[in-house]
């Protein structure tokens, strides 16, 4: 029941990334998927939610979508700050149980 | 401002039980809009949902750990709690306390810090 993520990323200074998880009808296609970043030593930090809604002070250089099964995270304008872990999130009906992606490492060059 | 803190041993041995709790401040755990959950990511790894609580009696759990997971809150102290029986070292990561809102499902949207446990003996 979990997500497929790409483990990793590597994108020039000021490219675009575009990330993916990848579940099935039960879970992001349903449900659609958050997604949440995470700085070595700190804790996930919430970026998008619910059709690319962002909590107050995240950067509009993120923006999600989805199509069928699979959601989209992408980052406009890359910077040194987003080298990060970046996890999917959503829920699971058939086994009503929250599941989140394997994460994928951002690594600006 | 919202903040939850964990607490509890960083060391536990081999089948023995790990037991953590999250202290919430700038808000109740009673609160009928919020679940209260433990997720952990070990090393290596993406975050794992262990078990979350609402109100504070109903509990929800991991279909993978749910037989050796107990999560429980005590208004009174404002606090939830986390017990993880017969633990390996494959129980070894960080542990994190966060909040839901409940009405998305889909993800927790304030976390603590985190807290290292590791299984060794």
């Known amino acids: 029941a979990g997500l497929t993520q790409p483990p990793s990323v590597s994108k020039g200074l000021r490219q675009t990334a575009t990330l993916t998880c990848t579940g099935n009808?039960?879970?992001?296609?349903?449900?659609?998927a958050a997604w949440l970043q995470q700085h070595q030593g700190h804790p996930p930090k919430l970026l998008s939610y619910?059709?690319?809604s962002r909590p107050s002070g995240i950067s509009e250089r993120f923006s999600a979508s989805r199509s069928g099964n699979t959601a989209s995270l992408t980052i406009t304008g890359l910077q040194p700050e987003d080298e990060a872990d970046y996890h999917c999130s959503t829920w699971d009906s058939s086994v009503s149980a929250h599941v989140f992606g394997s994460g994928t490492e951002v690594t600006v060059l | 401002q919202l903040q939850l803190q964990e607490s509890g041993p960083g060391l536990v041995k081999p089948s023995e039980t790990l037991s953590l709790t999250c202290t919430v401040s700038?808000?109740?755990?009673?609160?009928?809009?919020?679940?209260w959950g433990w997720i952990r990511r070990p090393p290596g790894k993406g975050l794992q949902w262990i078990a979350s609580?609402?109100?504070?009696?109903?509990?929800y759990y991991s279909p993978s750990l749910k037989s050796r997971v107990v999560i429980f809150a005590d208004s009174s102290k404002n606090q939830f709690s986390l017990r993880l029986n017969s633990v390996t070292a494959a129980d070894t990561g960080m542990y994190y306390c966060?909040?839901?809102?409940?009405?998305?499902?889909?993800?927790?949207?304030?976390w603590g810090q985190g807290t290292l446990v590791t299984v060794s003996s």
């Open positions: 619910s059709n690319n």
């Open positions: 009808s039960n879970n992001v296609g349903t449900h659609g």
């Open positions: 966060a909040r839901r809102r409940v009405e998305d499902r889909t993800h927790f949207d304030s």
């Open positions: 700038g808000g109740s755990i009673s609160s009928r809009s919020y679940y």
């Open positions: 609580v609402y109100d504070i009696g109903s509990t």
